[in-house]
C-alpha cells in the first residue's frame, strides 16, 4: 500500500465524500440478497467464513466502506454479485494471467473482489494490482479474510494524476485493465481523458474491458441525486469514444466490443435502478489494443 496519500481533487466526485445513509436513494440497510451462490462460494472456501456468518459480515464490512466513501455501488451491495466472470472474454483474461503471467491492474477497485475471485479462480495473486483513489486495504483484508495469503498490490492513486511513483511504475507495462462502475460518473470530455489515462499503461496486445450504467440512448444527463452532469453512453458512443477520441489522440489504434446488458442480465435487482432514468441499463466492454 503506498504511504504517500494522494491529491484526490482530481476526479473524485464531492456527493462521495459525506453521504448519510438516510438521505439517499442507493443505500440499501438490508443487502443479504445480494449473497447470490457465486459469492457464498467464495467466501466459504476462499474466505472460509460459514454461510450461516456471511450476511452479519458483509453488512459489518459494507458500513465500514461506505464511513470512508458513499458510492452507489457500494449501498446498493452490488458489489458482491460477480462481475468480471460475468464477461464474455472473462475466460481469455484468467487464462491469460494464470497461464502467461499477465499483469492485470483493477482500477477503481474498492475491495478488490474481482481480485479475489480471479485468485480464487487460479490467477496467481502477485499478478493483481488494484488501485483506488482512497484506502479500501483494510476493509478489503477483513472482508475477506487473506491478509496474510494475498499477494496482490494496492495502490492508493488517482488515475488522472501522475503523483503515484508506484503507479507510474506500470506505465507500458500493463496486460489488462479491468475498470468497472467508474468511467460511468463523469461527462464525455472527462470519460474521454480517463481513457487516455489508461492508455498510458498499455501496451500492444493490452485489454481495457469492464462495465458501467449505460443507457439505451446515449446523452448527458444531469442527475438531482447525486447533483451531477454525466454521459449516460450506449454501444456505439462507447465504441466511438475509443476509435474517434481515444485512438487518435494517444496514437493507438483499437478493437472494441461492447454489449448492452440489462440489469437482471448483470445478476442485479431492477429495484437497483428506480432512482435513475428510464432506459437505464448496464454497457460491458473489451477493448484489445492493435497498435
Aim: glycine share 6%; aromatic share 10%; hydrophobic share 35%.
Amino acid at each position: 500500500m503506498a504511504d504517500v496519500k494522494p491529491n484526490t481533487d482530481y476526479s473524485e466526485p464531492e456527493y462521495a465524500k459525506s453521504q448519510e445513509r438516510a438521505k439517499v436513494p442507493y443505500y440499501r440497510p438490508n443487502i443479504e440478497h445480494r449473497l447470490v451462490s457465486e459469492t457464498q462460494e467464495l467466501l466459504e472456501k476462499y474466505s472460509h467464513i460459514p454461510p450461516e456468518d456471511q450476511s452479519a459480515h458483509i453488512h459489518k464490512l459494507r458500513d465500514e466502506a461506505w464511513d470512508i466513501r458513499a458510492y452507489p455501488c457500494i449501498g446498493l451491495g452490488s458489489w458482491l454479485t460477480p462481475q468480471l466472470r460475468r464477461l464474455p472474454i472473462y475466460d481469455e483474461i484468467l487464462d491469460r494471467v494464470k497461464s502467461h503471467g499477465a499483469t492485470l491492474v483493477d482500477v477503481g477497485t474498492f475491495v478488490g473482489h474481482d481480485l479475489r475471485r480471479l485468485a480464487y479462480d487460479g490467477a496467481p495473486s502477485d499478478k493483481l494490482y488494484g488501485v483506488d483513489i482512497v484506502s479500501y486495504a483494510d476493509v478489503s483484508y477483513d472482508l475477506f479474510r487473506d491478509r496474510e495469503t494475498f499477494k496482490g498490490h494496492f495502490i492508493q492513486a488517482d488515475i488522472l494524476s501522475d503523483e503515484s511513483a508506484e503507479l507510474n511504475a506500470l506505465k507500458g507495462n500493463v496486460d489488462i485493465i479491468v475498470v468497472s462502475q467508474l468511467l460511468h460518473q463523469w461527462t464525455w470530455d472527462n470519460q474521454v481523458k480517463a481513457a487516455k489515462a489508461l492508455v498510458d499503461y498499455t501496451k500492444p496486445g493490452s485489454l481495457i474491458v469492464g462495465n458501467q450504467i449505460g443507457n439505451s440512448k446515449a446523452f448527458e444527463l444531469t442527475l438531482k441525486t447525486p447533483p451531477i452532469s454525466i454521459w449516460r453512453h450506449n454501444v456505439e458512443s462507447f465504441t466511438d469514444m475509443f476509435n474517434k477520441e481515444v485512438g487518435p489522440a494517444t496514437g493507438t489504434t483499437w478493437e472494441v466490443q461492447a454489449w448492452l446488458r440489462s440489469f437482471p442480465d448483470m445478476g442485479w435487482d431492477l429495484s437497483d435502478a428506480a432512482w435513475m432514468e428510464p432506459d437505464v441499463c448496464l454497457v460491458e466492454f473489451a477493448a484489445r489494443r492493435l497498435s
